[in-house]
């Protein structure tokens, strides 16, 4: 295996010297075509017609010969260039065409390994950033490891590194910086060669107008020179905090104008943030979170977060002032930089898979400006988003849908009805149906910052803060228009994708709920099998454990008599008879009541005896106190007692009222009580003084209009008017119901006499 793995390094050694080899002769075939066309001189074409107009768009590919096409003549001396251009594959060249392109050169700079060092030391980085640099610097400014770019591969620097660095010349296409780097370089001291320098060689033929920088996983140290070169064009304090803080993927580009940092003005960012399956022989991050957990199951999707940026940084000058129409804005103004001024293109992937496009940019292309440049960078990233999430996906889906076998397998039936000890499928379906629904909101964040940023006015040039069209009708901008059109067809097409994935995730956690629904009847019909079983074993128990109370309770009055007679201080002659009786009367009443208490009606019968005999002994330890007595206050006729109730006496007057019936004869009632009330004060002593007041009652031959216009008859009532006649009627009020005997109050009935004296 080890001599395998060194015949493979010795391969891929020879084809990178290979490749920058070639890259080294394709750099100096373009310098000398340059160098040739220098001295070309362009005449019209020989036959009448008149010349055509220069066209906006130079003609790629072209496999037919154009009859219009100018004839050129070289100078002495020169040599005349190939009808197709190795790099390009164009077919002509033409003065107009370097107006379609960004002819201003990028300022130049050159960073060395000390400057690395100094500025990793010296620069105040923010909090993400320090958690960035956490395997590098301390919080204090020191390094951890002097030496920042080591020989000897260790864990922490044998990172799945990548990178892809353009330079763009005036005629839009990207050259690759490979050929910058020197041979046998680690990944990180590679990557640092190819971006610490721009236009460091000032006698180059084919100066650099922009610069495509794309870095995925890059290690700490990789991300301070990141830090060190793309700091003054881009705020790379908010990259990294774009990069580490959990935020949904976003578009910052239209608010950027007002910004009081002028690189905020100058600069573009759309970050993303969503996640990704773990590929084979990756590792997360130290600072992106993910399940590191050593113990995996079966079961186990290896997830992580990832998140990536691309940036775009303007250079030059102002071209327009923007009016800040804000209420609380803090500056009132903001500007507008030149779509074709020199551009930087920043791209970090931050994706601990093996999913990212590496075809993205190559020297075919042509970039009219940087916002190209980055839209094309962009696309990218939404095509790599797109199969990041069709793999958690499809990775998904097999694991929540059963295989086919299940249909001849009764046992997998069995496991996907009922659920196990360890819950297995309902943990399952829990994480897959929550994953799902997290994955749901990336891809709409990422939808939604798509359609927020880039309207219809953004795809027209009309846009009044993102590279707006100060021209419309020039030939470059018309040029690119069109380019615009063509991207806008291929990110439709990629937000058409990323819809369908999304309705593809709903439709499948529409399913994995009912599969969990299912689980559910399954196992709820089985627990309730499971307790009707536990219900009758346990009805059998109580049989059991009843039937033992009951053998327990026969002997226990057997055991106590004999224990009784058992004593030390009984009589020592043995006699029988007292034996006898004694066991009897203590186990026949025993029985009895245990008997008694075994049945519905026997236990009613006794618990209503004993509620009795409670109620007996609390009549007579527990004694009402009478209320007290209200004295009415000082001054005030205290109330007399009345010998009817209220409600009585109303009742008596109401009869009294009726009267009798059409022959003039009193009601029965009324009589009744006339003669109650008549006799009840004749029984009142002599000498009393007495006073009969007249009492009105209705009857048919009466005077008095009683509601038929005749007149009423009175009738005579005594009514005592002294103290003694008072007395006298309050003896006369019914007497309360006398104190019931203990017998009653237990067995509810008297006790009589009978003929063998007392009976029940």
Known sequence: MMAENAKIEEFLRKLDEQHKAYLETFRLVHEALFQNTQNVVVTPPSSGLAPASPSPRRKRRSSTLDTERPHIILNAGAHPPPSLTINTGDTDYSDDDDELYVQEILPSYQFDYEDLKDHLKKYRFNKEGRKLLEKVVDERGRLLNPELFPKSLSEESSHNSHYSVFDVGTDGAPLSRHQYVSTGSTIDFAIWQAIRDLNADQNSLRPTVGRITIIREPNPVIMGALHLTMNPHIDMDEVFLHLVSSEESAAHLTARAFSTDQRHQRSFIFSFDYYTVIGDECKPMAWQPTERNEKKSRDHIPLSRCSSIVALSLSGSCIKKLKNTQRRAKTQEGAIYDPWAPWHVLNIQCYPDHKHSMDSHDSTKHYVNGPEAFMTTLLAEFKDAQKRFEEIYNRISKLVTPSSDFMFSGELRDKLLF??????????????????????????????????TFTPDFWEGKHHSLWPMLDPASSRNIYWKKRMHSLKKDFEKEIKGLMGLYEENDDRRKEIRTLRDQL??????????????????????????????????????LTFV??????????????????AIVLATVCIPFFVLIGSLNTTSGMEFWRGKYYRVLSYLKAIFVKKQPPPKE????????????????????????????GGGMGGERSPKVNENLRTLNSRFE?????????????????????EDCGNGKEARQSDIVVPSTEKGNEKVRQMRPQPEPTLSWWESIFGRKKHKGILGDAV
Request: no cysteine; aromatic share 10%; hydrophobic share 35%.
């Open 520 to 557: 559910f009847s399954g196992t709820s019909v089985l627990e309730s099998r499971k307790s009707v079983e536990l219900s009758a074993v346990t009805i059998l128990q109580g049989h059991n454990i009843k039937l033992l109370t009951l053998v327990s309770i026969f002997f226990l009055p």
């Open 419 to 452: 659920e196990d000890e360890e819950f297995t499928y309902s943990r399952r379906y829990f994480w897959a149906f929550q994953t799902l629904g997290t994955m749901n909101n990336a891809i709409k964040a990422i939808i939604n910052s798509y359609e927020d």
């Open 562 to 579: 004999t224990s009784v007679f058992g004593m030390t201080n009984m009589p020592d002659k043995h006699e029988f008879k007292p034996f």
């Open 631 to 658: 004295e009415p206050p000082n001054g005030e006729p205290r109330l007399r007692e009345r010998s009817y109730s209220t409600s009585r006496a109303i009742n008596i007057r109401k009869n009294q009222l009726r």
């Open 683 to 703: 029984l009142l002593p002599d000498g009393v003084r007495e006073s009969r007041e007249r009492v009105t009652t209705p009857t048919a031959n009466s005077g």
